[in-house]
């Protein structure tokens, strides 16, 4: 059993930044995988970003590409999102993942999972940016 409490979402103005921390009740090394995920209020439950925590290899959603980037530190057993460039439609809760299968028999860094494979979340932080 893996706990998982994100923190550091709030209120900002469009094109600031914010970065989301998550804080793992293990080894996050020992986590296969670990991601970003985000819902706003009526949609599905994206996937943001992922992360290999064995060697740092990344996935990263085209809407967010190049603005978000994940990152660990095993260190503190701790998974982190900073966020640049924010967008109103950024507005969502965000929630971390841990651990899901291989989707299609790829590497998590290859293919991203639906929110249906997650195995472990958080509790969810809110983000809401305004224009």
Do not use: H
């Amino acid at each position: 059993q893996v706990q998982l409490v994100e923190s550091g979402g709030g209120s900002v103005q469009a094109g600031r930044s914010l970065r989301l921390s998550c804080a793992a009740s293990t080894y996050t090394y020992s986590i296969y995988c670990m991601g970003w995920f985000r819902q706003a209020p009526g949609n599905a439950r994206e996937v943001l970003a992922t992360i290999y925590t064995a060697a740092g290899a990344t996935n990263y959603a085209d809407s967010v590409k190049g603005r978000f980037t994940i990152s660990q530190d095993n260190a503190k057993n701790t998974l982190y999102l900073q966020m640049n460039s924010l967008k109103p439609e950024d507005t969502a809760m965000y929630y971390c993942a841990a651990d899901w299968p291989r989707v299609a028999g790829l590497f998590c860094w290859e293919e991203p999972p639906p929110a249906r494979l997650v195995y472990y979340w958080g509790q969810g932080t809110k983000v809401t940016v305004s224009s």
